[in-house]
């Protein structure tokens, strides 16, 4: 996979997988793009991937505000020290 820029990445099929298999007969896509609304690359600094995606919501709940934060990942891949600061 690589980041193609600030807002997609692009993916390749496996070798060994069914989608890598179905493009010889048409029926699959063996390079995929997918879109998000942010992008960030692995040399990315903890700091600005908080102010980036935690500051805002963390100053809304401070005003007071409803706030949610829904995170996904493996354990120890620092989802909650992202969004401590």
Not at 16 to 45: I, P
Not at 57 to 83: A, H, M, P, Q, W
């Amino acid at each position: 996979m690589e980041i193609e820029d600030d807002r997609s990445v692009v993916a390749q099929a496996p070798k060994d997988s069914h989608t890598h298999r179905s493009t010889a007969y048409g029926l699959a896509k063996q390079v995929q793009k997918f879109k998000f609304s942010k992008v960030f690359g692995d040399n990315t600094s903890q700091k600005a991937f908080f102010d980036e995606t935690m500051l805002t919501t963390v100053r809304e709940f401070i005003d007071g505000e409803n706030c949610l934060v829904f995170t996904y990942g493996v354990t120890n891949s620092g989802k909650t020290y992202t969004i401590q600061g």
